[in-house]
């Protein structure tokens, strides 16, 4: 439990109505009789504009400045809960960060599976990083905490927030560069986490940090071994334990990878870990596979072109009919055009059919569509048994330097159409080709 009245690491006037809380949250949706509430600035208001609404949803107490009841009043709300975090952190005995390009969530819910460990839910931003320290930082079990970035200089604040022990950049690409500027810079400013600790890249990432302890398959300094990968599972080997993972492409073993290293750099039986790899999940949206009559790859939550690129290796070493149903994808600065037309050309060499959807979609798809509504009209006429169909773009709003407001495709919904038809419709079959293989 968080005792406001226990010692704090922050000079603070407590209401004597104060509650012990078992969550904190900057959220004030969240609060509730559990779930205590920090009023932070933000970009357009304050937190202070909500905590009589975290009140009145019964918040044990507040962080803020304001003098209202249950109130834990400090200065500086962002100062005293990242105290408080840094304090809690000091606790723990391994704290694991993850950065990358692509990939920092699979690699965040392996490792944390491997490990046992407490890992950040689906947010990574400082104030939730924030909160997660404070919640947990005094467990017994080691934390993975996801440290995205998406302006110059955050990783250097993110670090200093966390003070991981081991470091990871999963890959690195063209990913938020309408604030980054560069790859040159995502390579610099990603880089920041390897610094003064146990650093480890991903194999796509080890090019660009040639001094770094890579890990995955192929040439790298910890590798798995014997990798297969089917519709139904990848399948590898590591210290000579075989390791099964349902539903899952090579980003997810890699993943697993980096996860049974740290496990057995802690000291952890490799044979419990793989139990709990196999049972491991991720968010909806990222890398979801739906079989059945045809197969649906959700993997709409989000897209960068390291990203896209993974996904349509994953979709092209499986069998059947490909297609790619492909959106915009946010934060690529000026050359955004350019990049759509790489992966579009990318996916018409690895998928069998493509569509893109919303800005760029004839770059990115043989079948372009202004809207996902009309996408979604011709996908379900032309969706067979058999065909595998993969499912990705960026979502939510990316705001410009000029802070112009614009709007990723929401490709959710096409998923939800699709396993909506495949579960209630019969389709046709689709036809073999000529050689008879039906691929």
Same mark, same amino acid.
């Given at each position: 439990?968080?005792?406001?009245?226990?010692?704090?690491?922050?000079?603070?006037?407590?209401?004597?109505?104060?509650?012990? $809380?078992?969550?904190?949250?900057?959220?004030?949706?969240?609060?509730?009789?559990?779930?205590?509430?920090?009023?932070?600035? =933000?970009?357009?208001?304050?937190?202070?504009?909500?905590?009589?609404?975290?009140?009145?949803? =019964?918040?044990?107490?507040?962080?803020?400045?304001?003098?209202?009841?249950?109130?834990?009043?400090?200065?500086?709300?962002?100062? $005293?809960?990242?105290?408080w975090a840094q304090a809690e952190?000091?606790?723990?005995?391994?704290?694991?960060?993850?950065?990358?390009?692509?990939?920092?969530?699979?690699?965040? $819910?392996?490792?944390?599976?491997?490990?046992?460990?407490?890992?950040?839910?689906?947010?990574?931003?400082?104030?939730?990083?924030?909160?997660?320290?404070?919640?947990?930082?005094?467990?017994?079990?080691?934390?993975?905490?996801?440290?995205?970035?998406?302006?110059?200089?955050?990783?250097?604040?993110?670090?200093?927030?966390?003070?991981?022990?081991?470091?990871?950049?999963?890959?690195?690409?063209?990913?938020?560069?309408?604030?980054?500027?560069?790859v040159v810079n995502i390579v610099?400013?990603?880089?920041?986490? &390897?610094?003064?600790?146990?650093?480890?890249?991903?194999?796509?990432?080890?090019?660009?940090?040639?001094?770094?302890?890579?890990?995955?398959?192929?040439?790298?300094?910890?590798?798995?071994?014997?990798?297969?990968?089917?519709?139904?599972?990848?399948?590898?080997?590591?210290?000579?334990?075989?390791?099964?993972?349902?539903?899952? $492409?090579?980003?997810?073993? %890699?993943?697993?990878?980096?996860?049974?290293?740290?496990?057995?750099?802690?000291?952890?039986?490799?044979?419990?870990?793989?139990?709990?790899? %196999?049972?491991?999940?991720?968010?909806?949206?990222?890398?979801?596979?739906?079989?059945?009559?045809?197969?649906?790859?959700?993997?709409?939550?989000?897209?960068?072109?390291?990203?896209? @690129?993974?996904?349509?290796?994953?979709?092209?070493?499986?069998?059947?009919?490909?297609?790619?149903?492909?959106?915009?994808? &946010?934060?690529?600065?000026?050359?955004?055009?350019?990049?759509?037309?790489?992966?579009?050309?990318?996916?018409?060499?690895?998928?069998?059919?493509?569509?893109?959807?919303?800005?760029?979609?004839?770059?990115?798809?043989?079948?372009?569509?202004?809207?996902?509504? %009309?996408?979604?009209?011709?996908?379900?006429?032309?969706?067979?048994?058999?065909?595998?169909?993969?499912?990705?773009?960026?979502?939510?709003?990316?705001?410009?330097?000029?802070?112009?407001?614009? %709007?990723?495709?929401?490709?959710?919904?096409?998923?939800?159409?699709?396993?909506?038809?495949?579960?209630?419709?019969?389709?046709?079959?689709?036809?073999?080709?000529?050689?008879? @293989?039906?691929?």
């Open positions: 439990m968080l005792n406001p009245h226990a010692a704090l690491p922050f000079s603070a006037a407590v209401h004597p109505d104060a509650r012990p $809380a078992a969550r904190l949250t900057w959220d004030s949706r969240e609060a509730g009789p559990d779930v205590a509430f920090v009023a932070l600035p =933000g970009e357009t208001m304050h937190g202070n504009q909500f905590v009589q609404k975290a009140l009145d949803a =019964g918040a044990p107490f507040v962080l803020t400045d304001l003098d209202v009841p249950r109130a834990v009043r400090v200065d500086d709300a962002w100062a $005293a809960l990242k105290a952190r000091a606790k723990n005995k391994l704290v694991i960060g993850i950065t990358g390009s692509a990939g920092k969530t699979t690699a965040k $819910a392996y490792a944390a599976a491997a490990l046992n460990a407490h890992f950040m839910p689906v947010f990574n931003t400082q104030p939730a990083i924030a909160c997660f320290l404070v919640e947990f930082g005094a467990s017994d079990r080691p934390l993975v905490v996801e440290m995205g970035i998406d302006r110059l200089g955050e990783m250097a604040e993110l670090v200093e927030l966390v003070r991981p022990d081991v470091g990871v950049v999963t890959s690195i690409g063209p990913a938020h560069l309408e604030q980054l500027g560069s610099r400013e990603k880089g920041v986490i &390897l610094g003064g600790v146990r650093g480890l890249v991903g194999a796509q990432a080890a090019p660009f940090y040639p001094d770094a302890e890579s890990y995955g398959f192929g040439d790298v300094t910890h590798a798995g071994q014997n990798l297969e990968v089917t519709p139904q599972a990848a399948t590898f080997t590591f210290d000579g334990i075989k390791i099964r993972l349902p539903l899952a $492409a090579r980003v997810q073993a %890699e993943a697993a990878v980096l996860g049974l290293l740290l496990a057995r750099e802690a000291g952890l039986e490799l044979t419990a870990a793989a139990a709990r790899l %196999e049972a491991a999940s991720v968010p909806g949206g990222r890398y979801r596979v739906h079989e059945g009559r045809f197969t649906v790859i959700d993997d709409a939550y989000n897209a960068s072109p390291v990203a896209v @690129s993974a996904a349509l290796d994953a979709l092209h070493a499986l069998p059947g009919r490909r297609i790619s149903v492909l959106g915009r994808m &946010l934060e690529l600065g000026e050359t955004e055009q350019e990049l759509h037309a790489q992966v579009g050309q990318e996916a018409r060499a690895k998928a069998d059919l493509t569509y893109g959807v919303g800005a760029f979609a004839a770059e990115l798809g043989e079948r372009a569509f202004v809207t996902v509504p %009309e996408l979604v009209t011709d996908l379900l006429e032309e969706v067979r048994d058999g065909d595998v169909l993969l499912i990705k773009a960026s979502r939510g709003i990316s705001y410009a330097p000029e802070k112009r407001a614009r %709007e990723g495709v929401g490709l959710d919904v096409v998923v939800d159409a699709l396993l909506r038809l495949r579960d209630g419709v019969q389709l046709r079959d689709a036809p073999a080709k000529a050689d008879g @293989s039906g691929n």
